[in-house]
């Protein structure tokens, strides 16, 4: 091969992780050869995690869909035959155009984090669906939760550079498995441990991540919430606070001292299911160690209470003036600080110009409930993009039973054959990131990224953005916006008066791959305050959440299912069971491809001895863990990993892929959070069983 036939591409990683990885991808004879991490973007630094490490057999797959198919069986038997682009756009065009005719918001698009870019994820898309008129989707299933509750103290998703953390001396890793879904920030956790930090865990499974730090402490699932309390409780009674930070930074403390003064480490301990001292002592700890840092993860907000955890945790890093130091603080998201101007990627004026009746807004988090209930209008017609919700949607009986309902015309746009697939009318094939122009953000850094294409699309393979672009034309939209090129769109991702955008213009990102957002290094946010809240301060005390009707001050949310919150329930499931990540799979991609399935071996459920032994299971058996919800099969692992009471089973497997055509989702509620309408995946009682 000569040198002239060979380059090297710029690219990013595009999968929901945190780390948002530069890429490098080698190019020879116009097949992509090598893929690495890029060596000079500091976050990245040279590595990529196993999964994307092997991305060349995911593009190259021998599964990948090639061309245009429509379904000839039964909906959910996966059986089609091919036709061409023209034959597919006509027929989506034509369904679309007659459901249209009556009311637009009876067709629904469905689209999550399958590609995290701004071009191919948020742009195009939305600005087809709202000339359309269509139903909008609240976009929940991961991150609402925590989002809503993060902004109501904080502001906006906003928080600690994540590179500082290697001074603080004190680092709570709470509700995540940075080992797994966040493997670049762990490395930054890793050299402050060299330094001398102290690396406590709190999850209510000994994963990855807490095997490896100082302390674990496993609290009952959906009950972080009152562990932060009371260690607030004991921070104000113990007198571990900063005041002068408080006095001048914060809103409401006076409020928030008198509340949480019936909140402590001993009216915990019960819901928690951890001893008061060690609760007492973690806060004890914390307040007296400068810097400290905080670093959360979703797996909080997947309960009844997940906004108010966040909030709750959210206060805690104001009250010891944590702030005050680069590498202290707290963080859930850097996604707030990138100056994203959504209103040019989404174009929501589209839908006010043509449109007189007022848009509906749709859950994803409830899309089987959707599906199958009689609103006005009923969902007649169905998009999905970037998702796989019969995988990966909650209470998924309900899920699959919508789907297969025969009067849904369902289109399915995706690399592979996905459960979600097997339900589709037309099936269309997708590229994948090494097919298509994208930019980034990061909601794990500062660095935004810029992605361009490698290879030309594998077979008939076209990007979510020319879809669109062609669909609209077929249904006779005129409007520019409609029919501007990708690079067109890249140019509009940051709002580039922003000072925070400077070095972001498409010049800059395409020739050297990545920039870092224009922010001061070291980088302390609310050293001196200047929170992006409607005061300008830490709220303990929020208004705008007394103004919507909720508690404007920190409180106990408890979760739906559990003994204390539900005895009835408990009595008939008395375990209860939480979905984290696969280490192999990132939520349900991967799932397919050889190499990782053999790596998971099957959907497997960890269970403490003492549970199993009062069952009579032993390891290696077949187990079915069941509620009113439904069913699905695993694997018992029985480990001291997990505590008594709890069952973990890592996720999320395809269904058709799991040996019995169920999931853990078979079990999971279809109950939102206490605000921004999220997902309680992890809100779940269940019983278990030799199958």
């Given at each position: ?655 058709k892929l799991s040996g019995d055509g169920e999931n853990a989702n078979a079990v999971t509620s279809p109950a939102l959070t206490d605000i921004g309408g999220g997902p309680t995946f992890y809100d779940c009682l269940v019983e278990v069983a030799k199958a």
């Open positions: 091969m000569s040198n002239a036939a060979s380059k090297v591409v710029r690219a990013a990683c595009p999968h929901d992780c945190p780390d948002t990885c530069a890429m490098e991808v080698t190019v020879e004879g116009g097949r992509a050869t090598k893929i690495r991490g890029a060596d000079d973007l500091p976050f990245t630094n040279g590595a990529l995690c196993t999964k994307v490490a092997h991305y060349l057999e995911r593009v190259y797959s021998d599964q990948r869909l090639l061309h245009p198919m429509k379904r000839v069986g039964r909906k959910g038997e996966g059986r089609f035959e091919r036709i061409s682009w023209d034959e597919a756009l006509g027929t989506i065009a034509e369904k679309f155009a007659a459901i249209a005719a009556d009311d637009p918001r009876a067709i629904l698009p469905y689209s999550y984090a399958g590609t995290m870019g701004l071009v191919q994820g948020e742009s195009m898309d939305r600005r087809f669906f709202h000339r359309l008129g269509a139903s909008l989707l609240d976009r929940t299933i991961c991150a609402s939760a925590g989002a809503a509750g993060w902004k109501a103290t904080m502001g906006a998703s906003v928080g600690m550079d994540p590179e500082a953390i290697v001074d603080a001396k004190l680092i709570l890793i709470w509700g995540g498995n940075p080992v797994v879904s966040n493997l670049h920030g762990w490395r930054y956790i890793q050299e402050a441990r060299r330094r001398g930090a102290k690396l406590v865990c709190i999850d209510p499974w000994r994963s990855q991540t807490a095997e490896k730090c100082d302390v674990h402490l496993a609290p009952w699932p959906g009950t972080d919430g009152a562990l932060a309390l009371a260690m607030m409780q004991v921070l104000i009674a113990d007198g571990l606070i900063d005041r002068d930070y408080v006095a001048a930074h914060t809103v409401g403390f006076d409020a928030l001292a008198e509340r949480v003064k019936a909140f402590t480490p001993e009216w915990a301990a019960p819901l928690t299911g951890l001893p008061a001292d060690a609760i007492r002592s973690l806060a004890r700890e914390y307040g007296s160690t400068q810097p400290a840092a905080i670093r959360l993860n979703y797996g909080l907000n997947r309960c009844a209470g997940g906004a108010t955890v966040m909030r709750n945790i959210a206060c805690l890093p104001a009250l010891t003036g944590a702030w005050r130091h680069p590498a202290g603080g707290a963080l859930l998201s850097t996604s707030g600080n990138f100056p994203v101007d959504q209103q040019a990627l989404e174009r929501p004026d589209l839908y006010t110009a043509h449109h007189a009746r007022p848009p509906r807004t749709i859950n994803m988090a409830t899309i089987g409930d959707a599906l199958l209930t009689a609103d006005e209008p009923p969902i007649r017609a169905l998009y999905v993009y970037n998702s796989n919700p019969v995988a990966v949607a909650p209470n998924g009986t309900r899920v699959r039973e919508g789907f297969a309902r025969e009067d849904l015309f369902c289109v399915v746009h995706e690399l592979f054959q996905t459960d979600t697939a097997d339900y589709a009318d037309i099936l269309l094939p997708a590229t994948s990131q090494l097919e298509h122009r994208d930019v980034h953000k990061a909601y794990g850094h500062l660095y935004a990224l810029t992605n361009e294409p490698a290879i030309a699309p594998l077979g008939e393979a076209k990007p979510n953005s020319e879809v669109f672009r062609l669909l609209a034309a077929r249904l006779g939209f005129t409007d520019a916006a409609l029919c501007e090129s990708d690079d067109d769109i890249a140019a509009q991702a940051f709002r580039r008066r922003d000072n925070r955008a400077f070095g972001l213009d498409p010049e800059t990102l395409r020739a050297k791959g990545w920039a870092r957002l224009n922010l001061p290094r070291p980088f302390a946010p609310f050293a001196k305050g200047d929170f992006p809240t409607p005061s300008g301060k830490c709220e303990f005390y929020s208004e705008s959440l007394a103004q919507r009707g909720f508690d404007p001050l920190p409180c106990w949310v408890p979760p739906h299912e559990s003994p204390v919150s539900n005895p009835a329930l408990a009595a008939r499931y008395p375990l209860a069971m939480i979905s984290p990540p696969a280490r192999n799979f990132l939520n349900s991609s991967f799932a397919n491809l050889p190499r990782f399935r053999e790596q998971e071996g099957g959907p497997k459920l960890e269970l403490h001895p003492d549970d199993a032994a009062r069952r009579g299971i032993t390891a290696g058996e077949r187990l079915r863990i069941f509620n009113d919800r439904g069913a699905f099969h695993a694997q018992a692992v029985v480990t001291e990993r997990v505590r008594p009471g709890v069952v973990v089973c890592p996720s999320v497997w395809w269904r």
